[in-house]
């Protein structure tokens, strides 16, 4: 996992968040992201941002797939009788 930087946006968001959304944000990390927080090379605000914009990608790329799986699973209609 490549660790980018936060982009304004995400900053934004990850300031605005409450404590308990802080908490909830910081413990749903993996990969590198901990431990750059750890070692001091991020900031918590930048680790936030950072998450928060992978989570908005990995649920747009879910929602895409989804919408590819229900477009298989749909039943075709029959023909209608002339």
Do not use: C, H, V, Y
């Amino acid at each position: 996992m490549k660790i980018k930087t936060p982009s304004e946006e995400f900053l934004a968001k990850a300031a605005r968040l409450s404590a308990k959304e802080t908490e909830r944000t910081l413990s749903r990390m993996a990969g590198k992201l901990p431990r750059r927080l750890e070692k001091e090379k991020l900031t918590t605000l930048e680790a936030l941002a950072i998450q928060l914009e992978l989570e908005a990608e990995m649920l747009t790329d879910w929602r895409e797939r989804m919408t590819e799986i229900s477009a298989k699973n749909k039943p075709e209609k029959p023909a209608e009788p002339a």
